[in-house]
């Protein structure tokens, strides 16, 4: 290894670092920005980092500037500093980001990560990762105009790191940011994302056994509970101050301080108090001004502690999570009774982001949503927008008049509008009600959308209020030419039903998908998805319908977790689907395209499976063998579930005779 550079002096260029630093705010004493230099007052970091030297003798070391947020906590960005530009990095590093082994003896690794800035970055964020998505930022040089500057990204229990690339054109980042944009930039990379999920995800369940234990709330109120406290900690004042208030005044100060916040929208009043009700009912609830011996200030104060430190900095605006309906489906998961009775069906994330890529979803877009619930079609659509917006009048246009929803259930409206609310935008335009209601179906259509993003109520029972009663609202509510995109049962799309009739006579049947079969776990429904361009009759088209067989989408069941992208598969995968729809491609075993008719004579089946062509040459012997064990275990089951029957039916008898 060649002798290092003694020439130089580091010193400055730490200089040039704390004068970037110094420029863009990180000392400005207005924020709950932390700059350490060579040190760490965080527990945490000082346990992670306690064999962190460079030495191999070992002991805590610490890189130039470590740097953390009150405000999203789960994030540091950390600065190794060299003062020659031949010292910037080893030829190692390509191999340690393709997390390669270098077969180095432990002294030539610790000369290694002494001598250059990127090993030594990247050897204290592989510790730090273990407990923080780490911002590695390696500086060689002393002047600044030819300063060399690498930034690298460690997301939380990555195997390595890689490098931190621009949101808006997917480019590395080799400049020195203010915060909020290096946590822009680390927030779009779909390992942090999902992450951040899974921290999410244990969260509610955590939250989930807490209020089980030392509270009696209903599932409905344990999300009104949470999304209330996100709201009420928006306000500065009270996320500084809630430790302070008496156990018994605790209650009255939350509900103030949500109406307070409801109240600076700009929104109707009618629609404030719709929204400020469900709080209001829960504020008065006898359980939250209880003390007890674990928890001396009271059950609501320890409820807006862990919320505080665990869900509210994981409310960033454009990362396109919502996360109010990942914490509403995690509480779901313990209701008792049939989930699918109840019309209750929560829309996957990926589901939501893959429905804005299939409307073709751009900054320009006013979307609807005639069946919110959550808002999570709304919140996935505005990320969309947002990342391809590029003036503060698009973003301005975006939040104030792109996102429309109807939503019936009060929870679930306050919910949405909570939602929207926690990114700063579009609660002026979401309506209370049912979306059926010709007031409202009037006020909406004055929106003049071109994008409408449905999963309405399943199995409801009523020819009323049918999946495709639905999306005839939907269709009836968006301009000429505009594009609905519905996820519904598979039944909608084989059974015979004379809305599919109306709705050729009126729209376009441009596509529709198969999707997995445990695509809704624990609920099961089979699905599918249509895409229907509104107001052209499907005859006048003259089009055929494009067919896709995406029964696969990479996700696989977990006890806890549910349905996770596992291998990380999901985004190519996606990309895939979305290019062969756009494009109308026709592939054996994957998509065909078929020319549809929907009349009293002729009831053709609106689904891959009867018109698609297998691709035999694909097929292999393991192909063959996994098809007939899944035969032969339906067999087994569909067997055992008739003698269960037959078993219960004979109970039957000999109890009635």
């Not at 390509?94 to 002494?114: C, F, P, Q, W, Y």
Request: some cysteine.
């Amino acid at each position: 290894m060649p002798k290092k550079n003694t020439d130089k002096n580091e010193r400055n260029t730490e200089n040039l670092v704390r004068n970037a630093l110094r420029e863009l705010d990180y000392y400005d004493e207005g924020n709950n920005i932390s700059v350490e230099e060579q040190k760490s007052v965080i527990d945490e970091v000082k346990r992670l980092l306690k064999n962190g030297s460079k030495s191999s003798k070992g002991g805590r070391g610490y890189p130039e500037f470590l740097i953390s947020n009150a405000d999203t906590p789960d994030f540091l960005i950390i600065y190794e500093c060299k003062a020659s530009l031949s010292d910037h990095e080893s030829t190692n590093v390509a191999s340690i980001l393709a997390d390669n082994s270098l077969g180095e003896s432990e002294e030539d690794a610790e000369r290694r990560i002494k001598r250059y800035a990127v090993d030594g970055a990247l050897h204290y964020a592989k510790l730090l990762s273990r407990g923080y998505n780490v911002i590695a930022v390696a500086v060689s040089g002393e002047k600044n105009a030819t300063a060399k500057k690498s930034v690298y990204l460690y997301s939380k229990g990555a195997k390595t790191a890689r490098p931190l690339l621009s949101k808006g054109n997917n480019k590395p980042t080799q400049e020195i940011l203010p915060w909020k944009d290096f946590l822009d930039h680390a927030v779009f990379d779909p390992a942090v994302r999902q992450a951040r999920l899974e921290d999410l995800m244990a969260f509610a369940r955590e939250l989930h056994a807490f209020m089980r234990d030392y509270a009696k709330f209903t599932e409905s109120e344990k999300p009104l509970l949470v999304s209330g406290t996100l709201i009420g900690l928006q306000n500065k004042a009270f996320a500084a101050s809630y430790g302070l208030h008496d156990t018994k005044d605790l209650p009255k100060k939350w509900i103030e301080t949500i109406k307070h916040e409801i109240d600076r929208a700009e929104i109707p009043q009618a629609k404030k108090d719709n929204m400020a009700q469900p709080y209001a009912s829960i504020s008065v609830h006898p359980e939250l001004a209880k003390k007890s011996k674990e928890y001396p200030k009271g059950i609501l104060h320890e409820l807006i502690k862990r919320i505080h430190e665990k869900a509210a900095p994981l409310m960033t605006a454009e990362e396109g999570t919502d996360i109010l309906g990942h914490f509403y489906g995690e509480f779901l998961k313990y209701t008792g009774g049939d989930k699918k009775a109840l019309g209750i069906v929560l829309t996957p994330r990926h589901i939501t982001e893959l429905f804005a890529l299939l409307a073709n979803v751009n900054k320009k877009s006013t979307v609807l949503d005639i069946c919110a619930g959550t808002g999570g079609f709304l919140v996935s659509a505005m990320s969309q927008m947002m990342r391809e917006a590029t003036t503060e009048q698009e973003r301005t246009r975006i939040k104030s008049k792109s996102l429309i929803g109807i939503e019936q259930q009060p929870n679930m409206f306050a919910l949405a509008a909570s939602n929207m609310i926690l990114r700063g935008d579009g609660k002026a335009n979401l309506y209370q009600g049912s979306c059926f209601d010709d007031a409202i179906a009037t006020a909406v259509k004055k929106h003049k959308a071109d994008v409408g993003l449905l999963n309405p109520p399943f199995a409801q029972g009523t020819a009323d209020l049918h999946e495709l009663r639905f999306i005839q609202q939907m269709l009836a509510a968006l301009e000429e030419g505009g594009t609905g995109v519905a996820i519904v049962p598979m039944g909608c799309a084989i059974a015979p039903n004379p809305l599919r009739q109306e709705l050729m006579a009126e729209h376009t049947l441009e596509a529709v998908m198969s999707m997995p079969t445990e695509l809704f776990y624990p609920v099961g429904v089979v699905c599918c998805i249509m895409v229907w361009t509104a107001h052209k009759p499907h005859a006048q088209s003259k089009r055929d319908t494009w067919f896709g067989y995406w029964k696969e989408d990479g996700f696989i069941k977990t006890k806890h977790k549910g349905r996770i992208d596992a291998e990380g598969g999901w985004p190519a995968l996606r990309d895939h689907w979305v290019d062969m729809y756009r494009n109308r491609r026709v592939k054996p075993g994957e998509s065909v395209l078929k020319a549809v008719k929907y009349d009293n004579s002729q009831q053709d089946e609106w689904c891959a499976e009867a018109y698609m062509e297998t691709d035999y040459s694909a097929l292999t012997e393991a192909d063959f063998q996994h098809a007939v064990r899944k035969y032969l275990m339906f067999q087994l089951v569909n067997e055992a579930e008739e003698k269960a029957r037959a078993a219960a039916g004979g109970e039957g008898e000999e109890e009635n005779e």
